[in-house]
């Protein structure tokens, strides 16, 4: 067990510095084509940060571990994404949030995470089609997001986290958005392997293993991201990252795993999580709405329903 744990701990760190490497990469790229942080939020850090729930569920998947493979893409979109991430980077620092974000993207989220709960009551699985439906809209999401930013002020220039991945250009920003790739799928082998043994010997349910260590784990780019541009106050990255990682959780993560492997959902996945999943996408949205800011009150309310989830997942447990 001591061991198992030891490879857990080893697997987060991994995934830990490949998200940090991959994002840096990414990022330095976006800022070589001008674009906005609000867009850069929304695609390029969004999905890199991501990519550890892609590598996790991917490998779950086709490992034939289902319910880890989607309690990680519900659990991190309940927990980490919108509960515990905004609710802590409100708490460092109140969040002004654009309209683009209040009045397109929340939607979107909203209705990704709808279309995801939709597809699953019909079979209680998700196929290799929906699978293709939710690339394809990642696909289009992505394009939407990039001719929108189109329209709107060009963005100012801003001074990069790294400036040496700037400066490097390209023999620099190539082999971190590698190597950071590679560590992602090297520390998601771990954390599956040991997360399901572990589960195995303490008579945990992979649901519970899925949505609580594993999903948060998953996330740890997510919240290092959005606490950082909290600080800076660079708002739009920190609630495009959360946003746009939701909506890439579901099209692309889901997406490729069920393409590889159809997944059968667990009925208190589908029931009890997903709707959890869904109503923290709804109660977004008037927040972000109503004065376009998260403000500390709010986001202590987001990080109490979190810790709130969490101690219900015990209690089930325990019982």
Not at 26 to 45: D, K
Not at 199 to 213: F, K
Not at 284 to 301: C, K, M, N, Q
Request: hydrophobic letters at 55%; one cysteine or more; charged letters at 15%.
């Amino acid at each position: 067990m001591l061991v198992d744990l030891g490879l857990l701990a080893l697997g987060l760190v991994i995934l830990w510095f490949g998200g940090e490497v991959l994002v840096a990469g990414a990022a330095a790229l976006a800022r070589r084509v001008g674009v906005s942080s609000l867009l850069v939020g929304l695609t390029v850090v969004a999905f890199g940060t991501s990519a550890p729930e892609v590598a996790v569920s991917v490998l779950a998947g086709a490992k034939g571990a289902d319910s880890i493979a989607i309690g990680n893409v519900v659990g991190s979109n309940i927990n980490a994404n919108i509960l515990l991430i905004l609710g802590l980077a409100a708490l460092v620092r109140p969040l002004q949030v654009s309209r683009e974000i209040a009045h397109t993207d929340g939607p979107i989220m909203v209705g990704v995470c709808a279309a995801f709960i939709l597809f699953a009551i019909d079979d209680d699985r998700i196929g290799r089609g929906h699978g293709v439906v939710f690339l394809i809209g990642l696909l289009a999401y992505t394009l939407f997001s990039y001719q929108l930013s189109r329209l709107r002020p060009p963005p100012a220039t801003e001074e990069p986290t790294f400036a040496f991945v700037d400066r490097g250009g390209l023999l620099v920003q190539i082999p971190l958005i590698i190597g950071g790739i590679a560590c992602l799928v090297y520390g998601a082998d771990l954390m599956v392997g040991a997360g399901t043994r572990l589960a195995e010997r303490l008579g945990v349910p992979d649901r519970i293993v899925g949505l609580t260590i594993i999903s948060i784990g998953t996330s740890l780019p997510e919240l290092s991201t959005c606490l950082v541009a909290a600080r800076r106050g660079q708002a739009d990255l920190a609630i495009g990252n959360v946003v746009g990682s939701n909506i890439f959780n579901i099209l692309c993560v889901l997406g490729l795993a069920s393409v590889v492997h159809p997944l059968n959902v667990e009925k208190a996945i589908l029931y009890v999580d997903s709707a959890v999943m869904l109503a923290a996408a709804v109660l977004l949205l008037p927040i972000i709405r109503r004065g376009h800011v998260i403000s500390r009150r709010e986001g202590a309310v987001l990080f109490t329903l979190y810790c709130a989830y969490l101690g219900l997942l015990v209690i089930e447990k325990a019982m």
